[in-house]
């Protein structure tokens, strides 16, 4: 997904700077209301900001030129924190990748932010609450939302190098269904093994810390105790 430095247009790199920051910002806002507000689940957002980290930094190559696949990470965050927090998260993931790991650039990190950190857990969130109020079981719900990030994200990366790279014959069409095709073919394993993952670890938070879920208003104190009498 990470698109490289210098890979795209100054255009199309000024664009998406100026797309994503008004999530950012607002991410930032919303960052430091919840570290001031409840300082108890600093540990957590430590969690989901390694999980982005650990997870896209995963890199394999891939036939799309000026990019790569790998999983990205963002469905815990997003669950727990939303996806504006989750945006703050992936930035600061991606500058940290682009400046010292050479993994994607700081010329492309509006674009890669708005695909990764943006786009993908908005997503993943509308399918959260909407699975929420079917009265999903949680642990289907938060495969879903790590499998629909991940796949969702590139999409819109798709998306982002078709608009830049529009195919002579055929146009912005063609070029976005050849480079979604062949992400397609990495990108939807990966996205299967990323949800389940996430659902595991998931599950590990709810076993040792499901009193700061309840906080957080992911989980009621009902389905806390409800989980925890199935895992006896």
Known sequence: MHIMEGYLPWQ?????????????IYGIYLLNRQVKEHRETLSLLAVSGAFIFLLSSLKMPSPVVGSCSHPTGTGLSTVLFGPFITCVLSVIVLIFQALF?????????????????IAGPLLGYAVYRVAKAAKLNIFVNIFLVAFVADLFTYVIT??????????????????????????????VPLA???GLLIALVFKYIVQSRGDILVKLKVLTPEQVTKIMEGFK
């Open 12 to 24: 199309w790199c000024v664009f998406w700077y100026l797309v994503s920051a008004p999530f950012i």
């Open 101 to 117: 790991m050479a993994h994607g650039g700081i010329t492309t990190l509006g674009a890669n932010d708005f695909s990764m950190g």
């Open 158 to 187: 798709a998306i982002e190098l078709a608009a830049a790279f529009p195919a002579t014959h055929g146009g912005f069409l063609i070029s976005f269904e050849t480079f979604f095709g062949i992400y397609a073919v990495t990108q």
């Open 192 to 194: 299967i093994v990323e």
